[in-house]
């Protein structure tokens, strides 16, 4: 089992930026893939990002290419999603997942294990 807890969402204008973390526990010693995916009220989770565990393998979806950054710290079993030039259609819940066979998948029914969540509000 790995527990996941997200922080750092919050109230941004546009054009702000935000740095999301993901704090990883439980059992880290397997070599996960990790995710960030989003969602709002009445649609589908939605992929944002992943990187493989040894961030030789990163990927992100197109509407966030260019101004999102995943990255992770496998030494303190933390990932992390910098978001900078935010528009208000990024506003969402922001979810970070892990994946045990280190696939970066971009789709939510691969991950294994997700965190609660974090909000992120873009004002226009």
């Known amino acids: 089992q790995v527990q996941l807890v997200e922080s750092g969402g919050g109230l941004v204008q546009t054009g702000g930026s935000l740095r999301l973390s993901c704090a990883a526990s439980?059992?880290?010693?397997?070599?996960?893939?990790m995710g960030w995916f989003r969602q709002t009220p009445g649609k589908e989770r939605e992929f944002v990002a992943t990187?493989?565990?040894?961030?030789?393998?990163?990927y992100y979806a197109d509407s966030v290419k260019g101004r999102f950054t995943i990255s992770r710290d496998n030494t303190k079993n933390m990932v992390y999603l910098q978001m900078n030039s935010l528009k208000p259609e990024d506003t969402a819940d922001y979810y970070c997942?892990?994946?045990?066979?280190?696939?970066?998948?971009?789709?939510?029914?691969?991950?294994?294990?997700w965190g609660q969540g974090t909000q992120v509000t873009v004002s226009s």
């Open positions: 439980g059992r880290t010693s397997n070599r996960y893939a």
């Open positions: 997942a892990a994946e045990q066979y280190d696939r970066t998948a971009q789709s939510a029914g691969e991950y294994d294990y």
């Open positions: 990187i493989s565990w040894s961030a030789r393998r990163i």
